[in-house]
T-cell receptor, first 114, second 112 residues
């Protein structure tokens, strides 16, 4: 069964450094998403992406964040200058075109900012 | 209460029993989805129910949706130890794009 994959599974970085989290969505999906989950808290929406542009973003997704689909398979989330509070599990998700669109999540990348 | 809020927050039952978890939401929705998350792991999509559906089954899972009460329930029948996980409902709004709004989840423990 096709699945969303994410790399790395765990990333440790120092405050102020840039990180890029990578995702490979399911191949016939056209909508892509990033969510995050701070330890012990609920999953929060960050951004949705369709047709090579951001379709919606949350208040969390400020100028420090950016997303890109650099080729036909990868979908990346970049954090320019990480802060301690960026430490969280980051989930990528994808869904097909058309309704209803169940979103399928990757296993997540645990980001630890020290 | 917030969109996609589950209750109870924690549920502990014996293997073989049925587990029922509830979810309430505030705004009009397109769909409601249930996900499972094992400790420290990713989210596994369990089932999606559309706003015009009232009940849906998938294996040992039964989901109901009452749009007049803005609530949903997830029933797991004949529970197994492997069902131990956190369960989240997530809604997508008619007005919004496709973003999902998650609740805090129900932590389900199945005792052998």
């Amino acid at each position: 069964e096709p699945e969303v994959t994410q790399t790395p599974s765990h990333q440790v970085t120092q405050m102020g450094q840039e990180v890029i989290l990578r995702c490979v969505p399911i191949s016939n999906h056209l909508y892509f998403y990033w969510y995050r989950q701070i330890l012990g808290q609920k999953v929060e929406f960050l951004v949705s992406f369709y047709n090579n542009e951001i379709s919606e973003k949350s208040e969390i997704f400020d100028d420090q964040f950016s997303v890109e689909r650099p080729d036909g398979s990868n979908f990346t989330l970049k954090i320019r200058s990480t802060k301690l509070e960026d430490s969280a599990m980051y989930f990528c998700a994808s869904s097909q075109q058309g309704a209803p669109r169940g979103q399928y999540f990757g296993p997540g990348t645990r980001l630890t900012v020290t | 209460s917030q969109q996609g809020e589950e209750d109870p927050q924690a549920l502990s039952i014996q293997e073989g029993e049925n587990a029922t978890m509830n979810c309430s939401y505030k705004t009009s929705i397109n769909n409601l989805q249930w996900y499972r998350q094992n400790s420290g792991r990713g989210l596994v999509h369990l089932i999606l129910i559309r706003s015009n559906e009232r009940e849906k089954h998938s294996g040992r899972l039964r989901v109901t949706l009452d749009t007049s009460k803005k609530s949903s329930s997830l029933l797991i029948t004949a529970s197994r130890a492997a069902d131990t996980a956190s369960y989240f409902c997530a809604t997508d709004s008619i007005q919004g794009a496709q973003k999902l709004v998650f609740g805090q989840g129900t932590r389900l423990t199945i005792n052998p």
